[in-house]
C-alpha cells in the first residue's frame, strides 16, 4: 500500500508542459498554488496531502498558498530569491550529463577534501570551483565533500541554518550550476559530497513551516532549535520531505555521497529508526553513494548492516582520532580535549578511533561509546582540521604551523579514510571562523550574543572576537592561496605513498614518557615523535621511505627523529 | 578496570558480623551511615561512592545520613516502616532454600498469570498466596506473575509507583516472606515473575533521592513523572542502582522472570543501551531467568539476541493480539481500540502479535511497529485481561461474561506465550479498579483528579468512578472467588489441550462479513465465531475435540458454533 505521503512531494514536472504539485500541509484548510500571479486550488488526497497537474514549466515561479498566505514550498528545488522568496520549478532531467562513464568512489579509494563553496575562491560559486578540481585529483584527493548548500538566510554562511533543505544555495549558483560543478568533477575523475542537515532547520523558516504542519516536535531537544518531526503524530510525511530530499540530492545531482551532519540529534524511538530508513532508501537509489554519519555517539550500530541492527551507514566522522592527536600536538585540555592527552590514546585510536568504546569520559561524566573492532578501518573518516575543528574555535585559527607536518602525516597514513580541510594541503594561514548573514533581526543578536557567550571564558578573546555577522568575517575566512611549496610537496607524498599501504589493522607501540609511537601496516611503519625534542624512534630494519624533516636519521636500533616529526620505514 | 559504582551498592552483610556499606551521593558534602544512634562517616572512594566496613547484624535498622539529615537507602532491599522509615540490613543468604532440584521454567512451557498479592487474598501478603499456589499448578499455570512489590507509598496500591525499587514490600510481609513465597511455588512446580518498574519511581520518593545524586534527568520525559538519568552526566551508578536491583531479585530471591514495566519509557541512546545491559546482567546471574518486557514499540529489537542488535529480551507483552480480539467481542474503539475492529486483525496477530507492524495507526496518527516474522511465536505474550487492560478502565469492569469463554478460547490455544489475570480462571465478577494510598496530600489530590480528567469524557461514570485513595476501592478489587464450575472445567481443559499442540506459526483463515476465523496449527484447527448469531464455519474433516458451548455442531462443510464460541477440531 503505498501512502499519500510517499509520492513525490513538491513540484514534479512531467512531460507534458505540467507539473504535479503535491504539498503537504495539514494545518491548512484551502491549499493552493500560485503561478503567474493566479492561484490553483489543490485536490485533497487524504492525510494532509494536497494535490494537483497543472500547467507549468521548468524556470517558472511558484507559490503554496495556505489559507490565503503565500508560502515558499518546504520541498522547493530552486529559492532563487532566497529562503522567503516564491519557489522555482525545478526539471532537474533537463541537464545534459556527461558522467556515463563514472563509477563513483569505492569507500576503500575515498580521501575527502571538505571546502566551504563561498570561502573556496573569490567568486565564492559554484562555478568557481571547478577549476580546482584537477589540482585536487591530481594531488591525490577523490572526492570533494562541500559544507551545506542548501538555501539558508541572507548571502553567507556555514550553511548549517538551511531553510529549503533539496533547494541548491541560489548565492552560489542554484542548482543549475550545482549539477554544473558535479558534471566538471566526475570528468575531472573526482567525487562530490554534499553536507546534508536533517537534524533542525534555520529558525528563520521554523514559522513558515510550521503554518504547513507538525515538521517539529516537543517530543525530542536539539542544541540548535526544534527537534524534527520524525516519531511523533503525523510524523510519515515529514519522514518523507527529508528521504525525498536525500534521494533527490543522490538522483538528480549524481552525488555520490551525502554527509549527514550530528546525527546524534536526529530523534526517532520508533521501530523503523529514520537514519536506517535514509541509508537504504539512498543505497536504492545509488549503491555506490557513500552515507557518512556525523555521529556524536561512539555507537558502532551506525556504520553496522541493518541485518545485524544498524542503520547501515557507509562510514562515519571520528572526531576521538583527531581529538587525541590535537591534545598530543598542542596540549590543550579545553572542553572535550580534557579527555584526551597521552600517547595512549592515540594508540587506541590507531587500532579503532573510537577512543571512547565503553570506557569513562571526565568531559561527559559517564561512561561513552561502544567497541567498534568488527568494523573496517575506513568506516572511519579521520581528519586533522575540519570546518568544525578550526571554524569552531574563538579565533577559527588553523593547526598551529610547527605541529602541521606530522598532524598530516598521522592522518594520511592512518588506515582510515582520511579527510583534508580546504587550504590545508598547501598551509593556508588564512583562518576559517564562523560568519552569518541573518536577516531576521533577533537571529543575528542572538547568534552574535550566543557566540560572545561561548567565549567568554577565554577573557584573551573579548576585544578580537570576530562579528559572526560582519563581512569582514566572511572575507577573512577565504581561501588566500598563498602556497608553502614544501607544505604541498609533502601532501602530495603522503597521499601518494598512502595508496602503497596495506589495508586492515594497524599495530601500536608508544612509550608515554618518551613520547614516540609507532604504527605497523605490514611491512611499512609510522614513527612519530610528539616531544618537543628529538627523540630516538626504536624500530626493526628498514629504509626512510618518508619523513616530514629532512633530519630524520635512522640508526642502529631505530629512527632518530627531531621534535613533532615523523617518518615512514619500509 | 572497575569503577567505584560497579561494586554493591548498599548494605551488603559479609561474615563477620559486619556489613560493607557503600553509598552513592555526589550531591552531599558528608555522608555517613547511622545505626542504634550513632552516625559513622563513610570513606570517599571516588566518583561520589562512599564506602565502609561497620559492624552490624542482620535485621538492623539504618539511615544513610547526609550532611546531617537521614534518609532511607536508594538501595535498600528492606523498608519495615516504609518509604521513609529507616532501611534495614537484609542478609539474603539466611534464607534455608528448599529449591535446589528446581530448574525453572522454560519459555515454550510459560502459561503466566498475573496476579495482584493485596487483591489476591483476604489477608494480602506473600505468605497467604501459598495455599493457592498448587491448584494453579494442577490447572496448568505455569507461572505467577506478581504485580510490582517494590516499597511504595503507604498501605496498598498497585505498586508502580515505588520507591525502593530493591525492598519488597513491607505490607505484604517484606523480603523474608516474599523468599518464603517463592521457595513454596517452586515446591509446588511453578515459577515466579516479578514486575519491576524501572522507568520511574513514585513521586513520593523524587526529592530524598534527589538528595544524593542526578538519579532523574530533564534529557527526557515520561508520563509518569521525570526520566530517570541513564544515559545524562553521572548516569553510571544510576544505572548500577537499577542493574544490581534486577540481579538481586533474581539472585537472592530466586525468582524466575523479571517483567519490565513499560520499556518504553526507559530512555537511553547511548551506544550502550541499559535495556540490553540489563538482559545481559539478569541471563549471567541465571540463564534461565526470563526478561519480559512490557513494551509499546511494537519493535522487534527488544526479543532480538544482542549480536544482530537486539535486547535479548526473551519474551514481550503483545497488546495488539488483545486489543484485535477485544474489539471483536466487544465492539469497543475508544482510544487505541479504534485501530482495530476487523477479523483481518486477529488473522494477522495469529501470525505475529504486531497488527501494527509499519502500518497507519490511526490512534497514534503516524506508522507503528516493523515486522517481526523473524522470532518465535513464544517471544510474544498474549492475554484478554490483565491488570491494565481491566484496572484500568473507570470502573475496572473484567470481559463482560458472555464474551469470555471465546476469549479465553482463543488466548489459550494461540500460538504464542498466554497470561491469565487472576479470577478469570473462575469466572471472577469482581472488579479490578484503580486503588492507592498517597501518604502525600497533593500527590494523593493529584492522583484523584487526574483519575477524573481521564475519565471525563465518559458522562455515564461522572457519580460513579471509584476514589483511588478510598479503602473500599481496594476491597472492592479482592477476589471474591466465587466459582463457576463451567468456566473452571473449561480453563482447565484449554490448558490441558494447549500441551498437546504442536509449537510453529499458525495458518489463519477468515470471513470478514460472516465474522469467523479459522486457525490451523498442525493437525488442529480452532475455530471462532466472533457474530452475534450462529453459524457455519467451513473446515476440513475432523473431530470435535473440544468446544466453548455444548451446541457447537459438525456439518458436512464445517461445524456450526452458536454466536461467540468456538471449537477446537482435530
Known sequence: ?????????????????????????????????????????????GHGVHERLLPTSAGEDYWIVLDGTPLPDPCSRWQPAGIRGPSRVLDAREFDWSDHDWSGVPLEDLVLYELHVGAFT?????????????GLRELGVTAIELMPVAEFPGQRGWGYDGVQISAAFSGYGGPRDLQRLIDAAHAARIGVVLDVVYNHVGASGVKAMEAFGPYFTDKHKTPWGKAINYDDEQCDPVREWMLQSAEGWVRDFHLDGLRLDA????????????????????????PRALVIAESGLNDPKVIRPADVGGYGHDTQWADDFHHALRVLLTGERDGYYADFGLLRDLAKAYRRPFAHDGTYSAYRRRRFGAPAGDRAPAQFVVFCQNHDQVGNRALGDRLPVQVRALAAFCVLLSPFTPMLFMGEEYGEQAPFQFFTDHIDVEIARATREGRRHEFARFAAYAGSLPDPQASETFMRSKLTRARDPRVSALYAELLRVRRALPAGDADVAFDEAERWLRVRRGQWQLLCNFADAETLVPCADGQVVLATHPAAQPERDGVRLPALAGALMR
Chains 1, 2 share one sequence.
Open 1 to 45: 500500500m503505498t501512502y499519500a505521503w510517499e509520492r513525490r512531494l513538491g513540484a514534479v514536472p512531467c512531460d507534458r508542459g505540467e507539473a504535479c504539485f503535491r504539498v503537504w500541509a495539514p494545518r491548512a484548510r484551502r491549499v493552493a498554488v500560485r503561478l503567474r500571479g493566479e492561484d490553483h486550488t489543490l485536490e485533497d488526497a
Open 263 to 286: 546525527i546524534h540529534a536526529i530523534h526517532d524511538e520508533s521501530a523503523r529508526p529514520i537514519l536506517r530508513e535514509l541509508a537504504t532508501r539512498v543505497h536504492a537509489v545509488d
Open 122 to 134: 573569490e567568486e565564492g560559486t559554484f562555478g568557481a570551483v571547478i577549476p580546482h578540481l584537477l
